[in-house]
């Protein structure tokens, strides 16, 4: 049974697809797109779900809305069985799957969201009101009565979000929200997922962007091929793979020495190399303060090119490091 | 923004769906060419063809090359909506509505049933224009309530086609071959009594092929199509539509669990 406080609980939920090729001879190629996904999330909270390309975020995400069954394991949103309670779920869930398709583009924005509105079963009476609430929410008020297919790119991206919000969902599925926007947009389509949290919506938000990530989802996980390699608040994901510091050193090659040498500097708690053409770089990732830049200069005496930045370990260095130790 | 749950109505949803497809209708005038246009002129070549065969061979020539153009209206149509709504990518947010697509589906055949009527009209005044007066039928009356629950007929069976564009996204390419197949098997074109014995058990088990038959009784005198009648035509068609109606909400249900198995919604 799922607890109280969850948003979302999965237990084990795998998916395998099996795609076919060709006419007479038919060529079947299985795939496991989710293996076994264990996966909590808060209520009223924004919670991310990072990923490679295929890595199976949106397969997750179409499960959790009801629009795809899982091949085995159970999924609960709101404390509701995504297969069994369906129907029950589906007026209270909002999808944004985004991008060019999706919408009927040869009516306008507010037909659009007025055909989704009757489906929904938005009272009547209310119904326009809520329309322009959504258009406003979204700055889409003035192109509201012009045909989609007009639009932008980031103008459908946001009568996308318009309509997963215009039935008041208490949890609202983002499949990459801002792709393809420009950072105008993209920064208000930020703002809005906040507010809405301020609302009470849960949020269950996936992304490429490790500093949207960062900057909205105070929890998430890392998932590498249908894998969820790490799930846990951006902090201790930083401490996971080895710290909040990282210095990156870099000069024209070290040898096996330098580099055993830099491995052993006092509290270094994750190591990796890295070839760029001719520069060699060294990742120091670290949990404490006491390494200091002119130590690493002075453990490479032979380096007259040496150069040493220190800065904060960023959610890409997390999510790189996760992904990479997965591939492994 | 307080979170709310909202019941869905299907009536509201139907109507929703007859007024998109209207909307979509409007938008884009290519649309007339097959609702509109093409049964004039199956109607007026059909015209010119029997014109000197007698005032009831007429009626019959224009009501086969009328119920053609109406037939792919309100049933290829529906489903044709649902092929463009995977096209489109709209499949899925309307699928994840609470609103069971079937509702959809039906709002979008009511409004494909009344432009084919439209259309039938548009044929009936061109003929009596072109004709110099109405064609002779002997119960204008019920051949017009006839001819809504013909369109009905039509219809039950446009809902289940839409659930096989909903199955895959290969049921035009299925629809297409099939297409002269069904206009010939279900009396369209001419009375399936014509048609080898054996494949009339097929041709009943499609309700047009009985409401056309029971149309043709009742405006052709004289006419010999099946040996039960007018009424055991009419009961053929009531019992088949109301058969297919009370299945569609069924062939909806397994059609819909089949996808999310399958994860095939968004392919077009």
Redesign the interface.
Known sequence: MPNDSSAIETHGIT?D?DSRKGFLFREVTHTEALKGIDLTVERGAIFGLLGPNGAGKT?LT?IL?????PTQGQAFVLGHDVVRDA?WL???MG?V?G?E???????SAR?NL???A???????TDRERRID?VLARVDLEEAADR?VEEYSRGMKQKLHLA?G?L????ILFLDEPTIGLDPKSARETRKLVRS?VA???TIFLTTHYMFEAEELCPKLAVLSKGRIVAQDTVANLRHLVGGDRTLDVEAYGFDDRELDSLRHLPGVSRFLTEEFGPVSRVTLRMRTDELRVDQVHAALPNHPELMVRERRTSMEDVYLDLVEEEAR | ?????????RA??T???L??SV??FL??PQWLVPSMIAPVVFALVSFELFRGAGPYFLTYAILGAGMMSMWGQTLYGSGWATGMDRE???L????????PYLY?VVGRVLWNVISGLIGGGIVYVVIVIVAGGPPAVPNPVGFALLFVFVMVTLASVGVIFAAFYVYTRYAGFIQNIGEFAFYIGTGCMFPVVLLPFVTNPVSLAFPPTWGLDALRYLSIPGYQGFGWGFWGDLAGAVATTVVYLSVAGLVFQRVE?HV??E?N??EY
């Open positions: 998916r697809f397969t179409k809305s009801t629009l795809l069954l129907d589906r007026p209270r999808l799957l991008g398709r999706g919408l009927y583009t040869r009516i037909e007025r055909y989704f009757d489906l929904y079963g938005i009272p009547r609430e045909r309509r919000i039935h008041r969902p208490q809405l609302d009470g919506v | 923004m307080a979170t709310a749950t909202v019941q869905y109505s509201r949803s109507y929703a769906a007024r998109l909307l979509q938008a884009d489109f990518g709209t899925e947010p309307t699928i994840q509505a609470p609103t959809v669990r999310l198995e994860g919604l968004s």
